[in-house]
């Protein structure tokens, strides 16, 4: 094989190695074995040109269009012109699809699923840094820079992984970035001739040694260790500095702080992640829960609210938080002549679902949970703290059901300074007619009360307006004017135009964001989606406190102390159609599809009471995931194991009287040298680098010397080079005796005058397992050159077979 074609290879497994780093990134690993067919394929496409041209713009070129044609054909073949070559709408529908993953990787939490845009992002992204590590280390023959793009990759992949990428990943970039720094210094070395050390062994029976010797050639590979070892302390720094990944709806809110009661929770800006979940092609189930409340549609579950507003967007202000109390505290401004029912919810997250807030009915005052939680008590939410997440949680919350009077609501007395400050403030970028209108559209209300529904009323019902989750999204004062002037928009619209124009009116408001109650099951249990993901706002009344509004068309329910009053026995109309984003309207509650009438008549859909434990939301990991995983596993424990497992085998084969070596009982001869050849390679492993020039007894006694062997192991080294020079030299050989026991004795010498860290280094890490890259080379260079001609005996016969005719005219 050639110095080229053996960076070529060492290339590829640097970049796939140092793209392991991205699979704890998704929950598929399809992609990877994609990612790696069509790398090899550019790989060997970049090797095939270079093989007929020392120029490099052909090599670059013909693997940019390669790759280009790959993609197409993965990604865009319904589109692309003959179904391969990339058109403008091929183009067009890869652009699109960059996009979508844009978008799906600010969405979904790790590990998440490997939709179109994501596989496209992840392999074009391997496929780039593999031509970029190929051009530089291959073609330009420089491999210390091709660590730049390799660090990039790990960084990326261990920045956004938020501790998805542990050192095993590490360990298997780092190993792939220093072979193709040994490649390329043994490559560059053996352009000024023999590389000792690196070439195959002479045969036997020549003057020296016979064995591998490596006099010279350190330096360069001190150099690469060296611009090894500064490239992974930056792959440790980077990854520290590069935000992580967003866990989908709210994931990137911030941390708790740890400790009794320290800690804060940071600002977040939900919109991209709100509208990005509205609009999901497919409906997939985040949370599951079962409750007895009378009445599900009020069963909002609350994450996080947003009070502050800045003029540019809505946030979350920094608070403290503290441990979660057993005993939630009593609801900020909750009166005791308030009419409410406490009511049990068990809820149970998705394994694929992954963020930091925790989906609760508002206000729940006891909650029942595992894990490293904190509470923040303005707001009423818990956040996960030290990486803890809502993936496949259960938890109970008992939460209340409020009950407020009209009356109660009407002669409410005004809010606390300290409420009206902080939740009546509005920016002085505000425009003048989001007051205006606010003004205009509750014109002859009495009371804040009376001004509030009429706001619900006019978005919901009155105002005109139209729900549209693909209107531009936008939080800043600019698209508040611009939603009430153009009327078209989704709930982040409706919720964040309300509480604004309730603040110009001197009404404390917030937002909410979190979940509508979902869609009815089998068994009495709620299934919420990915959909259902809302935004409402609250509204401050003093005796009462937060209550939530339900300003957006079509989507959930409007609270009943908002709805018009109705006989007694009549049922209330609520203001707007309850309607949820997980299933379509139905007369009658929908039922599991799987659960058939027998089993309901024999009551075995899987229901459970209402305060049991509920099943799992998602019907468990595929087997095949399982396996993938657990080969994944596997891999990751043995790769490291495996320079070690290859001393043992060859160690055994050599000392063995039946080993390649010695083949017959009677060959002393080759057990002889054998038996040598694993010793010089044991002082090899210890840190004696063999050295070929010398002679079996020089060598002997430079093992002595350097491995510092004393007594009996260094009369055992003597003893074999003794009979490594009968072998050699001597008419007849007299056959040896007791080589493995003296071969043991010079190992147990070696490891003895050594440290723990180099005897660990010498087991796990043999210096001598470099011989098996010599051999594949070896093998790989003898295929080509029979490749090579049988190729020329071809050409060689054609071009005889064309000029024959010429001679017959002749």
């Not at 979508?100 to 590990?111: F, L, M």
């Not at 409410?340 to 006891?366: C, F, G, H, M, R």
């Not at 809502?390 to 008992?398: D, I, K, L, P």
């Not at 010398?694 to 080079?721: D, N, W």
Request: proline share 8%.
């Amino acid at each position: 094989m050639s110095g080229r074609a053996k960076l070529a290879l060492c290339a590829y497994a640097a970049t796939l190695m140092a793209s392991g780093a991205l699979l704890p990134l998704v929950i598929e690993v399809g992609w990877f074995v994609q990612a790696a067919l069509l790398l090899a394929v550019l790989s060997g496409a970049g090797a095939l040109v270079r093989r007929f041209t020392p120029a490099r713009p052909p090599a670059l070129a013909a693997q940019a269009v390669l790759a280009m044609v790959a993609l197409t054909v993965v990604f865009a073949r319904e589109q692309a012109v003959a179904g391969v070559l990339p058109g403008p709408e091929a183009v067009q529908r890869l652009a699109a699809l960059l996009q979508a993953g844009a978008e799906d990787v600010g969405q979904y939490a790790i590990p998440a699923p490997a939709t179109d845009g994501i596989r496209l992002m992840l392999i074009g992204g391997v496929l780039l840094i593999g031509l970029a590590v190929d051009a530089l280390a291959v073609t330009f023959r420089s491999a210390a820079p091709a660590g730049l793009p390799l660090l990039a990759l790990y960084s990326v992949a261990a920045g956004l992984s938020d501790g998805g990428s542990t050192w095993p990943w590490f360990l298997l970039a780092a190993t792939g970035y220093l072979v193709l720094l040994l490649a390329e210094g043994r490559d560059r070395i053996s352009q000024w001739g023999r590389v000792f050390g690196g070439a195959p062994a002479k045969p036997a029976g020549r003057a020296g040694s016979g064995f591998p010797a490596s006099a010279g050639g350190t330096a360069p590979v001190r150099t690469g260790r060296r611009i090894g070892v500064v490239a992974l302390g930056i792959a440790l720094v980077v990854p520290a500095a590069l935000p992580s990944l967003s866990g989908g709806l709210l994931a990137d809110a911030g941390t708790g702080g740890s400790g009794g009661g320290g800690g804060t929770i940071s600002a977040v800006n939900p919109l991209v992640s709100l509208q990005n979940d509205l609009n999901q092609p497919e409906d997939r189930e985040v949370l599951r829960y079962r409750t007895n409340a009378p009445d599900p549609s009020d069963m909002y579950l609350r994450m996080v609210a947003l009070d502050r507003f800045d003029g540019t967007s809505w946030k979350s202000s920094e608070r403290k938080v503290g441990d979660v109390p057993e005993q939630l505290p009593r609801p900020q401004g909750l009166g005791y002549d308030v009419e409410s029912s406490s009511v049990t919810t068990n809820i149970s997250a998705a394994d694929s679902y992954e963020q930091k807030w925790l989906p609760l009915p508002y206000p729940a005052t006891v909650v029942g949970i595992e894990g490293r939680w904190r509470y923040e008590p303005e707001g009423r939410m818990l956040v996960g703290d030290d990486g803890q997440t809502t993936r496949g949680t259960q938890y109970s919350v008992t939460s209340l059901v409020l009950k407020p009077t009209p009356s109660q609501l009407a002669n409410a007395p005004a809010p606390p300074e300290s409420v009206a400050r902080e939740y009546t403030s509005v920016p002085d970028s505000l425009p003048e007619d989001v007051r205006t209108t606010a003004l205009e559209v509750t014109e002859g209300a009495e009371n804040d009360y009376e001004r509030a529904v009429k706001l619900q009323d006019w978005f919901a019902v009155e105002g005109g307006f139209t729900y549209d989750t693909e209107v531009e999204s936008g939080t800043g004062v600019d698209a508040v004017s611009r939603f009430l002037r153009d009327k078209e928009g989704f709930c982040v619209h409706f919720s964040f135009s309300m509480a604004a124009m309730a603040r110009t009116l001197g009404i404390p408001a917030r937002v909410a964001v979190g979940f509508t109650p979902g869609a009815q099951q089998g068994g009495g249990v709620m299934s919420v989606g990915i959909r259902d993901a809302h935004a409402w706002p609250e509204l401050y009344f003093d005796g009462v406190g937060w209550l939530r509004f339900e300003p957006t068309p079509t989507r959930g329910t409007a609270p009943e102390y908002t709805r018009p009053q109705t006989p007694s026995g009549a049922t209330p109309t609520p203001v707007q159609p309850e309607a949820s984003a997980s299933a379509a309207p139905s007369p009658t509650p929908s039922t599991d599809p799987s659960c058939t009438p027998q089993m309901q008549r024999l009551d075995e859909c899987g229901g459970a009471a209402a305060t049991g434990e509920l099943p799992p939301a998602d019907p468990g990991t595929p087997v095949g995931t399982v396996l993938l995983v657990a080969l994944g596993v596997v891999a990751v424990v043995l790769i490291p194991l495996l320079p070690m497992l290859w001393r043992i085998r060859v160690r055994a084969r050599r000392l063995s009287s039946g080993g390649r070596a010695g083949r017959a009982a009677e060959d002393a001869g080759a057990r002889t040298l054998a038996a040598w050849r694993e010793v010089v390679d044991t002082a090899w492993d210890h840190g004696v680098v063999p050295d070929e020039s010398r002679t079996p007894r020089s060598t002997a006694e430079r093992i002595v010397r350097l491995g510092r062997l004393e007594g009996g192991p260094a009369e055992a080294v003597h003893r074999m080079a003794s009979a490594v020079e009968q072998v050699l030299y001597a008419p007849w050989p007299r056959p040896a005796t007791g080589l493995a026991e003296d071969a043991a004795r010079v190992r147990t010498g070696l490891r003895a005058a050594l440290g723990p860290v180099a005897r660990l280094r010498a087991t796990l890490v043999p210096r001598s397992a470099v011989r098996v890259l010599w051999a594949v080379s070896e093998r790989w260079a003898a295929v080509a050159d029979r490749w090579s001609a049988g190729r020329r005996r071809v050409a060689d016969r054609w071009s005889g077979l064309l000029r024959r005719p010429s001679r017959q005219r002749g």
